[in-house]
């Protein structure tokens, strides 16, 4: 192992921006390890799909918070479609102030195994995306469905004397919004669930500079996800 990063470095051309992709689990039992790895690296991308412990996550943060490589998470940005679409639901003036309101979430996802942790990390990002906007603890309840499909189903919010729904058409996979009996489709939702691996790691790239509310929201999805350990 120890013979790994100089081989890496040897192979860098000097002056251009490295990423390095971690296939699969990370390894928080040699988290050293990971860190001599990352030394000349400017973006570390994982996919948290495949995490099999909150541990793993805590690599993620550490990275973020304490050294100079930037971290993504294809998992994250599975996610861009649900944030755009729940965003919507704010867009309105008279909605604008309930998004410091919000009560409650029920977030429903589709999952193979629901005892792995990799399986509720988007469900764990989203709901941490919703406390930090809404800048209060939001009271979370994860609602876990064996399918044939990962990802989020539903998300429904208790606005107090309003509720909202974010849900995907199994038919058309697109999305809906539905707040207090008012469906819409909301405009310019990327489908990133549908895209590929490797779509969605040039859609990493081609982005120039880190992604500044992931660090934000790391620490409250290791909380979560310590939580229900």
Same mark, same amino acid.
């Given at each position: 192992?120890?013979?790994?990063?100089?081989?890496?470095?040897? @192979?860098?051309?000097?002056?251009?921006?490295?990423?390095?992709? +971690?296939?699969?689990?990370?390894?928080?039992?040699?988290?050293?390890?990971?860190?001599?790895?990352?030394?000349?690296?400017? %973006? @570390?991308?994982?996919?948290?799909?495949?995490?099999?412990?909150?541990?793993?996550?805590?690599?993620?943060?550490?990275?973020?918070?304490?050294?100079?490589?930037?971290?993504?998470?294809?998992?994250?940005?599975?996610?861009?479609? +649900?944030?755009?679409?729940?965003?919507?639901?704010?867009?309105?003036?008279?909605?604008?102030?309930?998004?410091?309101?919000?009560?409650?979430? %029920?977030?429903?996802?589709?999952?193979?195994?629901?005892?792995?942790?990799?399986?509720?990390?988007?469900? !764990?990002?989203?709901?941490?995306? @919703?406390?930090?906007?809404?800048?209060?603890?939001?009271?979370?309840?994860?609602?876990?469905?064996?399918?044939?499909?990962?990802?989020?189903? %539903?998300?429904?919010?208790?606005?107090?004397?309003?509720?909202?729904?974010?849900?995907?058409?199994?038919?058309?996979?697109?999305?809906?919004?539905?707040?207090?009996?008012?469906?819409?489709?909301?405009?310019?939702?990327?489908?990133?669930?549908?895209?590929?691996?490797?779509?969605?790691?040039?859609?990493?790239?081609?982005?120039?500079?880190?992604? %500044?509310?992931?660090?934000?929201?790391?620490? @409250?999805?290791?909380? !979560?996800?310590?939580?229900?350990?």
């Amino acid at each position: 192992m120890s013979r790994v990063p100089p081989l890496v470095n040897a @192979l860098l051309i000097p002056d251009m921006p490295v990423a390095m992709w +971690w296939v699969g689990d990370l390894p928080h039992e040699n988290a050293e390890y990971v860190q001599t790895l990352l030394d000349p690296v400017d %973006r @570390l991308i994982v996919d948290s799909v495949h995490f099999n412990d909150p541990a793993d996550l805590g690599i993620v943060k550490r990275v973020a918070d304490d050294t100079a490589t930037a971290a993504a998470d294809l998992n994250w940005i599975r996610l861009e479609e +649900w944030r755009t679409a729940t965003a919507s639901v704010f867009d309105p003036p008279e909605m604008r102030e309930k998004i410091r309101a919000v009560k409650g979430v %029920r977030i429903v996802a589709s999952v193979e195994d629901e005892t792995y942790f990799g399986e509720r990390i988007a469900s !764990l990002f989203f709901a941490s995306w @919703l406390m930090a906007q809404s800048d209060h603890r939001v009271e979370t309840t994860f609602d876990l469905q064996k399918g044939e499909r990962r990802g989020l189903i %539903r998300v429904e919010l208790d606005l107090g004397d309003s509720k909202a729904t974010i849900e995907r058409d199994p038919v058309r996979c697109v999305l809906s919004t539905n707040v207090d009996g008012r469906t819409s489709l909301p405009d310019a939702v990327t489908r990133s669930q549908l895209k590929g691996i490797d779509e969605l790691i040039v859609r990493v790239l081609k982005q120039p500079n880190s992604d %500044r509310m992931l660090p934000k929201i790391l620490p @409250l999805a290791l909380e !979560l996800a310590q939580k229900q350990k």
